[in-house]
C-alpha cells in the first residue's frame, strides 16, 4: 500500500498522471490544440461580432472562439 502511495505521489509531481490533459480556450476544450478557437476569436475581433448568432461556422472550434470573443465583449 505504501509503495503505491509513493508511486501516485510521484507521477502527480512529475505531471505524469494520465489524468485528463484537455487545454481549455477561455471555457471551451481545445481538441489537439486551441488554433481554431484562436482563429474564430481573432476574427470575431477583427470583425467587430457582437452576437453569437453571427458566429456560426462548418468549425465547431472557429464558432466557440468566435462566440468566446463575443461572450467577453458584450
Known sequence: MRLLALICITVFLA?????????????????EDCSGHEAGYEWAEENDIDDTYD?????SSFTEGCEAYVEENY
Not at 21 to 30: A, I, Q, R, V
Open 55 to 59: 458566429c456560426d461556422s462548418n468549425s
Open 15 to 31: 505531471g505524469c498522471s494520465g489524468a485528463d490533459s484537455t487545454e481549455y480556450f477561455h471555457g471551451y476544450p481545445c481538441t
